[in-house]
């Protein structure tokens, strides 16, 4: 397994893997929350952000295109001039593609001074609220998702969390691909209380945040839903 600076050593909470193949196929267990492909992409994607938004009309929120509204980002790449960031709507489009074959419900999000309206994705926090799932994100620009490792996760209670004051912070990098493990479907109150004691929350559950941008942000985010 290939090791990162940018990824606490040693941790087991993390699966790094070198191929898309390997990506797929790779799963959680028996300890991990994260299953991480790192990519260095060629492109001005900051660039690409910002003529996105304008493109758009996008001054404040978010704007999802869903894979089945990929003709609306093929329509914008049409009028693009510049050929590096032509070439940067063609890697979201064909993440996007590949995600879809992999059965993962995706869209493209384009994030815009977002911090102003919503405060709780800026803390760390986990997400999904009773229900499992895989989240597939690529953030093609900075400032890229942080984490916290589990040994800093005091408690997790609903999508909220506490951690320990200071807990060192992590970042993924632009351009990686990554799934988190999300399960919090409620399940009988046996194994509730069970895993209460065992604090399974605490030591698999993915905490992380988005730091607060002034600049406009592209994200690829897929789920595919577990029964
Ligand atoms: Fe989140």
């Not at 993390?14 to 492909?37: G, H, M, Q, R, W």
């Not at 815009?112 to 999904?128: I, Q, R």
């Not at 999300?182 to 209460?196: E, P």
Request: charged share 30%.
């Amino acid at each position: 397994m290939t090791q990162l600076d940018y990824i606490p050593e040693g941790y087991e909470q993390i699966k790094v893997v070198d191929n898309l193949f390997s990506f797929f196929k790779t799963d959680f267990e028996p300890k991990a929350n994260i299953v991480l492909y790192p990519r260095r992409l060629t492109g001005n994607f900051d660039r690409l952000a910002v003529e996105m938004a304008n493109f758009f009309d996008l001054k404040e929120g978010k704007l999802f295109i869903k894979y089945s509204e990929c003709s609306k980002i093929q329509y914008f790449q049409k009028q693009v001039k510049d050929k590096d960031i032509y070439k940067a709507v063609d890697i979201i489009l064909s993440d996007m593609e590949c995600l879809y074959f992999a059965r993962v419900k995706t869209h493209m999000r384009l994030v815009v001074n977002e911090y102003k309206k919503h405060h709780d994705v800026h803390e760390f926090h986990v997400d999904g609220l009773n229900q499992d799932f895989d989240r597939f994100i690529v953030c093609y620009n900075d400032p890229v998702t942080q984490f916290v490792r589990n040994d800093d996760v005091i408690m997790v209670s609903g999508n909220n969390v506490k951690v320990k004051d200071n807990a060192p912070t992590y970042q993924f990098a632009s351009g990686d691909m990554w799934k988190a493990r999300v399960r919090n479907k409620q399940r009988n109150s046996a194994d509730d209380f069970l895993g209460k004691i065992l604090r399974d929350k605490e030591r698999r559950a993915f905490v992380h945040r988005a730091l607060r941008s002034n600049l406009p942000r592209i994200l690829v985010v897929g789920d595919k839903r577990l029964n």
